[in-house]
């Protein structure tokens, strides 16, 4: 329908000015498009929107309403992830059948070389950095983008039939998605989050499931055998299926046998690994390294390279991150934990007694599930932000009574300080997005961070 040479000269609105809106703007410009930039946010100022554009690139900015006139001869609206497909406004689009694409859709069009799609509810970063390693020992050049905070748009036109782009992919991007293939794509879990988004399981699962969509019986598909929603994926899959698992040992596939990894295929394992010769930690980071792995291999990197690299890796910042010890306690930032799912993975990674910070932005979460995986390990639950009363009280409903509720993060610290003895660990895994009072869990981490290094050694 649309690539490089279709767009030359044609009107194209970006919805959106942040890093997708951004990233999408330049590429269209770079390919002969007259972009126009447009944000509802009507407190932004026309000249500070200008300024995130590089030095040359121009675009028409219209912020606060759009008008009718301003779709008059539009070819096409680039969505960014963070504007609903399912509103009014959308619909605008469609009644005078303007093309929606989202940043990734795009990209995608704009392109070249190989291409590894990777979403899924929890472990999509962790995931997607180590495959970006991986393929980094292996190949001269591979781009990772997406959801991990890089515009696929900002390295796609200079994507050569050489190259490896790793992509990190969210439901909201999922959503917008045409002719997007990836060669390797993987669906790590499909757990409940972005509900107020997407409504209902059966929709999260089926966006989940686009990755796979264009996909053929020569490209492969990486699913999770022990999740319910990705394992029915599987059976209605075009591309070749790989699965992995921590839990049942698979005639072919990746799985987990006590404390090793093996590899089997048509009923013949072979030991690749011990989970204690890599630095993450947890079952949920065994999953994401099997999933590297059986991505990596479809990509056909040695299985030698990928298991050096994979013992050299570290922890992605802010999941489960150890910060330091500081008199005597272990500080974890886990502020990627975003919904009750992930949060688990963080509360499970724990063996020591720990005085855990939760809450956030409220995204019609059910926390019973999350509590439960305290299994007697939090000695104080300490709550934030706008979800803490709807936790307090399902925790008090599952028998937890120390709860602390808190009025700012600042104060959510200082109480874990207070109740944390030596020998404890303080985790920040809040099952909840940041939003409302941190632009993002990347922010709400860092200030964690700073708060644990400036604490004396002794008081």
Known sequence: MFGENELKNKKVLVIGSGLSGIGA???LWRVGAHPILFDANEKLETESVKAKLKQGIEADIILGELPEEALADVSLAVFSPGVPTDTEFAERFRTRNITIWGEIELAYRL???????????????????????????????VDVVGNIGNPYTLTALSATENTVTVAEISSFQLETIDRFCPDVSAILNITPDHLNRHHTMENYAAVKEFITKNQTANQTCVLNYDNIYTKAIGDRCFAHVVWFSVVHRLHDGFYL??????????????????????????????????????????????????????????????????????????????????????????????????????????????????IEAFDDKVK??????????????????????????????????????????????VLLSPACASWGMFPNYEVRGKLFKELVNSLEESE
């Not at 070389?113 to 050049?141: D, F």
């Not at 306690?329 to 992930?342: E, L, M």
């Not at 949060?343 to 990674?349: N, R, V, Y």
């Open 257 to 370: 046998d006590g404390e090793d990894i093996y590899f089997a295929k048509e009923g013949e394992s072979t030991r690749l690994m011990n989970i204690h010769d890599m630095n993450l930690v947890g079952m949920c980071n065994v999953e994401n390294v099997m999933a590297a792995i059986a991505i990596t291999q479809a990509m056909n990197v040695p299985m030698e390279t990928i298991l050096s690299v994979i013992k050299h890796f570290k922890a992605v910042e802010h999941r489960i991150e150890f910060v330091a010890t500081k008199r005597g306690v272990d500080y974890y930032n886990d502020s990627k934990g975003t919904n009750p799912d992930a949060a688990i993975q963080g509360i499970k990674a724990m063996s020591k007694p720990t005085v855990l910070i939760g809450g956030g932005y409220d995204k019609q979460s059910e926390y019973d599930e999350w």
């Open 25 to 27: 703007t330049e590429a």
């Open 380 to 425: 104080c639950l300490v709550l934030i932000g706008q979800t803490r009363e709807k936790i307090a009280d399902c925790a008090r409903k599952h028998g937890v009574k120390n709860i602390i509720l808190a009025e700012s993060f600042d104060e959510a610290f200082e109480v874990c300080v207070k109740q944390a003895q030596s020998g404890d660990a």
């Open 111 to 141: 392109g070249n070389g190989k291409v590894i799609g990777i979403t899924g509810t929890n472990g999509k970063t962790t995931t997607t950095s180590l495959v970006g390693e991986i393929m980094a020992a292996h190949c001269t050049k």
